[in-house]
């Protein structure tokens, strides 16, 4: 079948940035992409998250999510300013590489049929109960759709009905029961492989380590938003638990973020802590004492002396980090 556009809707168009289809298209997810389209639609108006969020039939809290995601890659811009941030060559060749990630497609638009839906719950007891927890879960009668995202969650991602239970539960913990939100986490879960009660507790456990990471990032850096966007869970989970750094670590990335840029981006922050990681530096007292040396050497530079290539030896900077004292101290305002 050979498709074409139909030539009368050319009649007003706008403009889509190339990188947002080379580089985003399999990777952001429908509400994503659904808040970013409106936007650039009516870019003239300026972003308003009200009327995007009435646009695109999400809650604020969803759509704000949305285009966080948009934020910390560069494509929005928060009160006109694009954090940026210098990684080491040496960083960048030593960095790890992440395993393959397994990247699916969003549920397809069209939905089954409800004679479908009757159909798969006549021919599976455990489909039928899944329907039933749904509603005690989510403390509410779900309807049509809600159906259609949890058989999809099923049938199209192949997770297991015990799973999904866990998984309602999780959003239910959270208070993010939308839609969206159920079939984005359903979407990551599935890329994950997590199939099993005890991967997804697992993963339940990770998730919550991260929020009371976010709660305690808040408490010292005076952040409002009481929860992390689903990116900004994601970055806390691979600093965490990937990178296994601990909150003195993360909040002294925060610092650095916040000394060169005027808005929170954990992309800078990534970028910072993947450079740390990259170089072997564990703690502290490590990131601490490479900061110095960077700084000293900078100003050898200024005073004419000869270009010394940067070392990366951690015992080197311990030494003179102990004839130098640094001061690490957290923000309790």
Not at 49 to 65: F, H
Not at 171 to 178: D, L, N, Q
Not at 193 to 219: G, N, Q, V
Not at 304 to 312: F, I, T, V
Request: aromatic residues 8%; proline residues 4%; negative net charge.
């Amino acid at each position: 079948m050979k498709y074409s556009i139909n030539p009368a809707v050319w009649g007003s168009a706008f403009t889509v940035p190339a990188q947002i289809v080379d580089e985003h298209i399999r990777l952001a997810g429908a509400a994503q992409i659904k808040a970013l389209l409106w936007a650039l639609r009516h870019i003239g108006e300026g972003i308003d998250l009200e009327k995007i969020s009435a646009g695109i039939g999400l809650s604020g809290a969803d759509t704000a999510d949305a285009l966080q995601y948009w934020v910390e890659h560069g494509i929005l811009t928060v009160d006109g300013r694009e954090p940026e941030v210098r990684v080491s060559a040496a960083a960048e060749q030593t960095a790890p590489k992440a395993p393959e990630k397994k990247i699916l497609s969003d549920l397809p638009v069209i939905k089954p049929t409800n004679e479908q839906i009757l159909a798969r719950c006549k021919e599976s007891a455990e489909i039928k109960d899944l329907f039933q927890e749904a509603q005690s879960k989510l403390g509410r009668t779900i309807g049509y759709d809600t159906q259609s995202i949890l058989l999809m969650l099923c049938d199209q991602y192949g997770l297991p009905v015990d799973v999904i239970m866990m998984l309602l539960e999780y959003c239910t913990s959270v208070g993010k029961t939308s839609n969206s939100y159920i079939s984005s986490v359903g979407k990551n879960w599935a890329e994950q492989e997590i199939d099993t009660i005890e991967k997804a507790d697992e993963h339940i456990e990770k998730l919550k380590s991260c929020r009371r990471l976010w709660s305690r990032l808040a408490k010292e850096a005076g952040i409002s938003a009481p929860n992390p966007t689903t990116s900004q869970s994601a970055f806390l989970y691979t600093w965490s638990h990937d990178f296994g750094y601990d909150f003195d670590m993360i909040y002294l990335a925060y610092e650095e973020m916040a000394d060169h840029t005027g808005s929170l981006s954990f992309a800078y922050m990534n970028k910072v802590l993947s450079n740390w990681h990259a170089n072997g530096f564990k703690t502290v007292d490590e990131a601490l004492a490479a900061k110095a040396e960077r700084a000293k050497t900078k100003e050898s530079r200024k005073n004419g002396e000869p270009k010394k290539e940067a070392s990366y030896n951690i015992d080197q900077y311990k030494r003179e980090a102990l004839e130098q004292p640094l001061v690490y101290r957290k923000n309790n305002g």
